[in-house]
């Protein structure tokens, strides 16, 4: 299930009027969050989604922004629609679609996040064969934000802001095709909420999905400030692995080759003959089964890809793997593998973010901030923190430089220290 949407358009034109008293004169984008802009958050999680191109709808001192960010974001390439008059929300997406070269994209706020799994939302999108879809989000004693009605998928009306003790509301993430523009007014100034999407909520093709993960709205101090305190503690040190709180809420996610088997040097285990398990490993995949509420397997596989091997014989071998890890008491809930050539630069193969997002697609319970990844290359690592999970790098009697928080020999050791 490989992301077919890798465009987004981000809102970043604000000009942060309700935080100058905590930001000064800096655009809304940049506030910074314990010395780094918040939108450097916003990127952060789109990297995570897949997403391989942004196009900054901006305005308000733009300068800053590129200064900051220029044309690259790690492998993000960004554009920017520079407001030489303020255009309002519709008019900013109007004038930022010339740079989207897809038929569908996504529309971001610049000043909100939202923690959704855009593959969902993508999939829901296609589903509905729908012109825009909203990521909804469910809110309890709230009166700063409108009120959103469903029946079923579709959305049937947008009411005004008032206090309400539960409330679905725009959560600012948008799912979009391009025929929307057969429905802007002609006009360059318009607001996209109200000439678009109140306007045309009964008689066109607007879908909800209502999400449960972490939203924040930084327009106003005390929510800016919370997601300083956030990220605060997001940023403390890590425990000692045995004393993170790890319970059947948690998830792990495993490598497969170097992790579960030895690798074949500049080969593949392409057949059980050649298959041969590091020792311990079953039974620390049995102990890991109580302890984890799921564990899944992600592998990249481009020996598949390369047509040295076919799909059956990878299913051959994973079942192998299961079946032998059953007869020690444990079990893996699911594997994951990439068939995709390294050449292809597809986000389902690590260190893209596909499979996590696949998994997660599956089991929309995970949460990645209480999930662990175990694998032994620096592109397993880099999957595991793009997507915000504990990570340990197993040496394999190698010495490594590496960005995981915790290193140890193999999966028996670490079972040992959970």
């Known amino acids: 299930m490989d992301i077919k949407i890798r465009e987004v358009i981000v809102l970043a034109g604000g000009l942060g009027t309700r935080l100058r008293s905590e930001i000064g004169e800096f655009p809304k984008p940049l506030a910074p969050i314990n010395g ?41 390439s960004i554009k920017y629609a520079v407001e030489k008059e303020r255009l309002g929300t519709g008019g900013a997406i109007k004038l930022a679609m010339h740079q989207i070269t897809s038929d569908d994209f996504y529309v971001l706020n610049g000043d909100t996040l939202f923690d959704v799994n855009l593959l969902t939302l993508e ?11 909203l990521a909804l989000k469910e809110l309890k004693n709230v009166d700063r934000y409108g009120c959103v009605e469903v029946q079923g998928d579709r959305i049937s009306a947008f009411q005004e802001k008032e206090f309400r003790k539960e409330t679905i509301i725009n959560g600012g993430i948008y799912c979009i095709n391009k025929s929307i523009l057969n429905e802007f007014p002609n006009q360059d100034i318009f607001s996209f909420e109200s000439d678009y999407l109140e306007h045309n909520t009964l008689s066109k093709s607007i879908y909800g999905n ?32 045995s004393q993170l709180p790890i319970d059947k ?89 990439a068939p995709q050539l390294r050449e292809e630069g597809s986000n389902y193969r690590k260190n893209g973010t596909g499979m996590g997002l696949h998994a997660k697609y599956d089991y929309p319970d995970i949460d990645f ?39 140890f020999e193999n999966l028996h050791d670490v079972a040992k220290n959970l």
């Open 36 to 76: 780094e802009p918040f939108l450097t958050h916003v990127f952060k999680y789109l990297q995570k989604n897949g997403i391989n191109k942004v196009v900054l709808s901006v305005g308000y001192k733009w300068e800053l922004i590129k200064e900051k960010y220029g044309e690259q974001w790690k492998d993000i």
């Open 249 to 337: 809420s948690w998830t792990l996610f495993l490598d497969r080759d170097g992790v579960f088997n030895h690798q074949i040097i500049d080969d593949y285990v392409k057949q059980v003959h050649e298959l041969k398990i590091i020792d311990g490993v079953p039974q620390a995949i049995a102990e890991f089964t109580k302890l984890f509420g799921k564990l899944l397997v992600v592998t990249n596989q481009q020996g598949i890809g390369k047509k040295l091997m076919s799909e059956d014989d990878m299913h051959h071998l994973n079942g192998y793997i299961e079946n032998l890890i059953e007869t020690y008491g444990g079990q893996l809930d699911k594997i994951y593998f």
């Open 369 to 407: 901030s209480k999930s662990i990844l175990i694998g032994d290359s620096e592109s397993d690592i880099d999957f595991g923190i793009k997507l915000g999970m504990k990570t340990i790098m197993l040496k394999n009697s190698r010495n490594l430089n590496t960005k995981a928080d915790y290193i």
């Open 123 to 133: 999939t829901f999108h296609f589903k509905n064969k729908a012109q825009c879809s």
């Open 210 to 241: 209502v999400f449960k993960e972490y939203f924040i709205d930084i327009g106003i101090p005390e929510d800016y400030r919370a997601f300083e305190n956030k990220i605060n503690e997001d940023n403390k040190p890590l425990p000692i692995l």
